[in-house]
């Protein structure tokens, strides 16, 4: 990510972008609520890079010209302050992560884990490898170390197993129908062990987060997609989250490699 990006970045402003949105957030049901299955800071980075571009005056002049019943301006507000709030909620997630007692995990739990983990990469590797995003998630995938990526990659495949069901559910050797479920059961099993219930909520904080960011995302490309639907050079800024992440996508190998952007207090109307 870009050296503009982070430097945009620090713990105060997610703090407080946080807080902005707390109550948009507990409104999110539960069924809803997705997963990260990109790096939180990287999410954070690529929400906030769109944003930059939009907020240029000849750009946010033409977001501006929408009909407000076809395209809110708060979704940009909601967009960077989802960013924001998304990185500050992931950091909290592996501050209380990092200092969780892993002894108390189950060695059987830990192997069930592992085993459905190596067993699930490898039929989506086979299948799914060429493919530019989802080759680079399961790259990151391989990357992970420790209880916490682990039940965090579990959930990640999980998601690829429902979303690719037609690609790999015929494979004779690997495919196996429960591992979807079991995986999901097996990451729930690791973070109860791992954590209290602080660490729980800011998980539920960062997963909320996350899809406010998606949703809000999808919002503002819907509409510059079509704004710019005639300028293929700057049509390509309006991706999907994942797209966006791209290649430079990838574990952070530091936390504070990326930060949140300054909140935006919501505006009335528009």
């Not at 929408?66 to 967009?79: T, V």
């Not at 060429?130 to 495949?157: C, F, K, M, N, W």
Request: with cysteine; aromatic share 6%.
């Amino acid at each position: 990510m870009s050296k503009s990006t982070t430097d945009a970045i620090d713990k105060t402003n997610g703090k407080a972008a946080l807080a902005i949105l707390e109550a948009r957030l507990a409104d999110i049901s539960a069924d809803r609520v997705r997963t990260p299955n990109v790096d939180p800071p990287e999410a954070a980075a690529a929400a906030i890079g769109v944003v930059r571009f939009v907020r240029e005056p000849n750009v946010h002049a033409r977001f501006a010209s929408l009909p407000k019943k076809e395209f809110s301006m708060s979704c940009i507000d909601d967009l960077e302050n989802g960013a924001a709030a998304l990185f500050y909620a992931y950091s909290e997630v592996r501050t209380h992560g990092a200092t969780a007692s892993e002894v108390r995990v189950p060695i059987a739990t830990v192997d069930t884990g592992t085993q459905i983990r190596a067993r699930m990469l490898k039929l989506l590797t086979y299948y799914l490898e060429g493919d530019p995003i989802v080759g680079q998630e399961l790259t990151d995938i391989r990357a992970g170390a420790g209880y916490l990526d682990l039940a965090t990659d579990l959930s990640r495949l999980a998601a690829l197993y429902e979303t690719h069901k037609a690609t790999i559910k015929n494979d004779p050797l690997l495919y196996q129908a429960s591992d979807a479920k079991e995986a999901l059961s097996t990451a729930r099993q690791i973070l109860e062990a791992l954590g209290d219930a602080t660490k729980t909520r800011w998980m539920d904080l960062r997963n909320r987060c996350f899809t406010l960011v998606v949703a809000s995302l999808e919002e503002v490309c819907a509409a510059g997609k079509f704004l710019f639907r005639h300028d293929e050079e700057n049509l390509a800024r309006f991706g999907t989250l994942r797209a966006l992440v791209g290649i430079g996508g990838g574990r952070p190998k530091k936390q504070d490699e990326v930060q949140p952007a300054a909140p935006v207090v919501p505006q009335k109307g528009g």
